[in-house]
């Protein structure tokens, strides 16, 4: 699986975790040189509080266009430190 926004390759995992239909790439398969961390909050009743990630190529920036768990609740420790893509990145 891949994660790809404007001709580049943000992630790119055989190992990824499906969660409500997201794919969750885990940190290592992700590049994360295009990320920087939002201060944008949430907390998931089932997956815990998430941490936002702001997404920057070509001098386009997604606003909190990606997301992880990095202390996920006990029904969602299989994420645990993975990164998932706002829909307007193309999984393939």
């Keep these: ?3 790809i926004y404007k001709d580049v390759v943000l992630a790119e995992s055989d190992h990824t975790e499906v969660v409500e239909k997201n ?4 940190r290592e398969d992700v590049a994360m040189e295009y990320f920087s961390e939002s201060d944008k909050q949430y907390t998931c009743p089932w997956k815990g509080e998430a941490t936002y990630y702001h997404i920057e190529v070509n001098d386009e920036r997604i606003e909190n266009g990606a997301w992880s ?11 645990t430190g993975h ?10």
Excluded: G, Q, T, V
């Design 1 to 3: 699986m891949k994660a």
């Design 69 to 79: 768990y990095e202390n996920p609740k006990d029904a969602a420790k299989n994420i």
């Design 83 to 92: 990164i998932c893509f706002d829909p307007k990145i193309e999984l393939s």
């Design 23 to 26: 794919h969750y790439f885990p």
